[in-house]
T-cell receptor
Framework: GAVVSQHPSWVICKSGTSVKIECRSL??????MFWYRQFPKQSLMLMAT?????????EQGVEKDKFLINHASLTLSTLTVTSAHPEDSSFYIC?????????????FGPGTRLTVL | AQTVTQSQPEMSVQEAETVTLSCTYD???????LFWYKQPPSRQMILVIR??????QNATENRFSVNFQKAAKSFSLKISDSQLGDAAMYFC??????????FGTGTRLQVFP
């Protein structure tokens, strides 16, 4: 149980285009999802917290107009990188807060590698 | 603000031996959770072990155990009988009132046959 998927697993796009990454909780409802960014050989950096039916809360320094987050249902959150540039190339990971009984545990998706040319 | 510090960028251990990864944290909260996550080359984050701060007993999961020293704000991970499959990045993480996970910088563990 508690499986989180991400799609796509990798994407290559041209500079200036937008890319959408999906995060799904497959076997549980997730009222809260989190989006992280990880550069090579570095730790995970929280970008934003996504709550179903409300606006995402962004961490300091993260451009909300650049990284659009939508959490329209209890099983799906999306991250859209708008007008992507090479510096946006990174590994993006989502996680979903576990169901009741697994308090404060986050279940992670397998990540999406974004390369902007 | 809460912080998590992992002072060992890299560690190595021989197969079947025991290794301990260090983690310290800073917080003013009294109720929180601590985690160790493993990130193998596939980059999938895998929960290794979790510890509730209100529990004095150290958590154990098979070959993995922690030494939780609340007063010292220390949370080390001991891996016994190390296996080649244990080779990975290990991240210590803190979660408190905000539900956010705050990660340390990670420790790369190498396991030699």
């Amino acid at each position: 149980g508690a499986v989180v998927s991400q799609h796509p697993s990798w994407v290559i796009c041209k500079s200036g285009t937008s890319v959408k990454i999906e995060c799904r909780s497959l076997d549980f409802q997730a009222t809260t999802m989190f989006w992280y960014r990880q550069f090579p050989k570095q730790s995970l950096m929280l970008m934003a917290t996504s709550n179903e039916g409300s606006k995402a809360t962004y961490e300091q320094g993260v451009e909300k107009d650049k990284f659009l987050i939508n959490h329209a249902s209890l099983t799906l959150s999306t991250l859209t990188v708008t007008s992507a540039h090479p510096e946006d190339s990174s590994f993006y990971i989502c996680s979903a807060r576990g169901p009741p009984g697994i308090y404060n545990e986050q279940f992670f998706g397998p990540g999406t590698r974004l390369t902007v040319l | 603000a809460q912080t998590v510090t992992q002072s060992q960028p890299e560690m190595s251990v021989q197969e079947a031996e025991t290794v301990t990864l260090s983690c310290t944290y800073d917080t003013s909260e009294s109720d929180y959770y601590l985690f160790w996550y493993k990130q193998p080359p596939s980059r999938q984050m895998i929960l290794v072990i979790r510890q509730e701060a209100y529990k004095q007993q150290n958590a154990t999961e098979n070959r993995f155990s922690v030494n939780f020293q609340k007063a010292a704000k220390s949370f080390s991970l001991k891996i016994s009988d190390s296996q080649l499959g244990d080779a990975a990045m290990y991240f210590c993480a803190y979660s408190g009132n905000t539900d956010k996970l705050i990660f340390g910088t990670g420790t790369r563990l190498q396991v030699f046959p």
